[in-house]
């Protein structure tokens, strides 16, 4: 009888060289998207991807966010779903919602971006990072409706020379939202007043060359402009018949908080509503509005009240 060591050899070095193969699609795929090879990340990502062995969340997330810097946001959005369907690994659940809600904020879906963000957010509530990008969401939405705010700045994240703004709201959004052509964001340390203009002096993360953002206000009454612009996100805000991610940016446009402000955000009936409500409440209010979301038994709500310090005392 012949030895069937040769054969077990020959399948055994075959397995390897496929092993070593699949290793190689991977390492050349991080290799293309660190350098901004994109398309060539996505090739050698779905060719690792197509191997039993691969079938892991960090290949989907990787081909999501390459997608994602190409601009194509419906591949994309499937490619962020594939990744949440498998178990949270590393915090990739956290950054995949991240990912998903950015991206149908990029393709001017509110309303998606909201319920992504909000769904992950309520069983989180000590995730400042999605806690942000919820807040970014409902004044994208707040701002673009309802102050004409050009969602070109939203759509379009690449800094730009200028941008027109008629808030101090709109101007720290915008420079959240900007990044460089690496998708890496903007990150200020000083400002100059100019007239009725601020140039915003920082870096990117990934660059050393200070770069500036020059903001320009349109209004040239400022104290008049945020006594109206105030009366405005409270008309809005308790104005049931628009959607909930719009007057919720009316609410994130009126903090922080004071009592009166606290008290007409607690009469709205939602409960996501109360929910932000609770979780942004500051120390300095009044206890009579604490105590409504101490006692508001509801487990969101009990959630934000465990996770605010103001509460604490």
Not at 10 to 21: D, E, N, P, R, Y
Not at 56 to 81: C, G, M, N, R, V
Not at 127 to 140: G, K
């Amino acid at each position: 009888m012949k030895s069937l060591l040769p054969i077990y050899f020959v399948l055994f070095s075959s397995f390897l060289a496929t092993i070593h193969g699949q290793e190689a699609h991977w390492e050349n795929g991080i290799q293309s998207f660190e350098s901004a090879n994109y398309k060539a990340a996505i090739a050698n990502f779905k060719q690792y991807e197509t191997t039993i062995a691969a079938q892991q969340p960090s290949t989907q997330f990787h081909i999501a966010k390459a997608y994602y810097h190409l601009h194509q946001l419906d591949s994309a959005i499937h490619y962020y779903e594939k990744t949440l369907q498998f178990d949270n690994i590393n915090r990739i659940n956290q950054r995949c919602i991240l990912g998903l809600s950015r991206a149908y904020l990029q393709k001017g879906d509110f309303e998606s971006a909201y319920k992504t963000a909000l769904t992950y957010l309520q069983d989180n509530p000590d995730d400042e990072a999605v806690r942000t990008e919820f807040q970014d969401i409902c004044l994208w939405a707040y701002l673009i409706k309802h102050h004409h705010l050009n969602p070109e700045y939203l759509t379009n994240y690449i800094k730009k020379p200028s941008y027109i703004i008629n808030s101090v709201a709109a101007q720290k959004l915008i420079a959240r939202n900007v990044r460089n052509e690496a998708g890496y964001k903007f990150d200020s340390d000083r400002l100059e007043q100019i007239g009725l203009a601020q140039r915003w002096y920082g870096t990117f993360y990934n660059e050393t060359k200070e770069q500036s953002i020059h903001f320009i206000f349109i209004d040239p009454d400022l104290i008049e402009s945020v006594r109206e612009q105030e009366k405005k996100a409270s008309e809005i805000m308790t104005n049931g018949t628009l959607p909930i991610y719009e007057r919720l940016g009316a609410f994130y446009f009126l903090t922080p908080l004071n009592d009166k402000k606290m008290n007409l955000a607690l009469e709205q009936k939602e409960e996501t509503f109360r929910f932000c409500t609770c979780l942004e409440t500051p120390d300095y209010v009044a206890k009579r509005y604490k105590k409504k979301c101490i006692k508001d038994k509801r487990s969101i709500i009990q959630a934000a009240v465990n996770q605010n310090t103001a509460f604490a005392n």
